[in-house]
């Protein structure tokens, strides 16, 4: 249980990511945002692919692409309902995804999983419908989609990464093929419309986001690494509620009831998704 504990610190890694990218989204688009955060990423991992002698090369590239692709695609989507939502929901809706993916392996991979696991998805979706419904405004259907959709593309990517590392991949390899991905994306966008304009008092927070969501990976490839996979999993939750309280806090941003009805309904069937689906292993 201690060495889960990794996974809480992650979760308060990416709740604060998340409270820094609202913050200068007025300033920055999402490109600019991706490409900012999967540099910095890059930077570091590295930096600790050198110091643990990690080799670049790879003998399954179409693999890696497919899985960065289905990433960098989710936080594009995931940015975007920052932006346009409270932290605590696009946060919320993007931990959609061990439902999706318990989704994925009924009708993609044909498994045959308990009727537990149609219960969790049934409570993870009248979670959703909770939370859009009745707090919504018109303006906010478009960033609610890009949510769900960021929650759809991160279970397609935890997927990816689960047969990257039954191939015998680094998870380091992987992150790395992941955030030279990020950057290569990031940069095509920006220069085919143009980099958003940086002062100083921007650059802190870009610095912030970016080394925090590195920190954040970190740290979740460490309570994985060394703690329970099921009791990691449903951990990661915490960075909703880490996200719910800096919102609240840093933000001013009370959610509504329903709102709040909502994200325990959708953490209730992530968690007994994770619990009775067999794919519960995540290095994001």
Not at 257 to 272: C, K, N, Q
Request: charged content about 10%.
């Amino acid at each position: 249980m201690l060495h889960s504990m990794w996974m809480v610190v992650a979760g308060f890694c990416f709740a604060l990511m998340g409270v820094l990218i609202k913050h200068v989204s007025d300033k920055l688009a999402v490109p600019d945002v991706l490409f900012y955060r999967s540099l910095i990423n890059l930077v570091i991992v590295i930096f600790l692919m050198r110091q643990q002698r990690i080799a670049f090369s790879t003998q399954v590239p179409l693999l890696h692409v497919r899985r960065a692709m289905m990433g960098n695609l989710a936080l594009v989507f995931m940015f975007y309902a920052i932006a346009h939502l409270s932290i605590a929901t696009a946060t919320t809706l993007n931990y959609t995804n061990p439902i999706f993916l318990a989704l994925l392996s009924i009708f993609l991979f044909k498994e045959k999983p308990t009727w537990l696991v149609y219960v969790a998805v049934l409570i993870g979706f009248v979670g959703i419908v909770t939370i859009l419904r009745p707090s919504f405004l018109p303006d906010q259907y478009l960033g609610g989609l890009a949510g769900l959709t960021s929650g759809l593309l991160t279970a397609v990517a935890y997927y990816s990464v689960g047969v990257l590392v039954r191939r015998g991949e680094s998870e380091l390899r992987v992150v790395f093929y992941f955030s030279l991905t990020g950057v290569a994306l990031g940069l095509v966008w920006l220069l085919s419309t143009q980099f958003a304009y940086v002062d100083l008092a921007t650059v802190p927070y870009i610095v912030g986001f970016g080394v925090l969501g590195s920190l954040g990976q970190l740290c979740m490839t460490r309570a994985y690494g060394l703690g329970k996979a099921l009791t990691t999993s449903a951990l990661s939750y915490t960075t909703v509620i880490f996200s719910a309280l800096l919102s609240w806090l840093l933000l001013n941003d009370t959610p509504a009831l329903s709102t709040v009805l909502g994200i325990v309904l959708i953490i209730v069937g992530g968690v007994m998704s994770m619990v009775f689906n067999s794919d519960t292993r995540r290095t994001f």
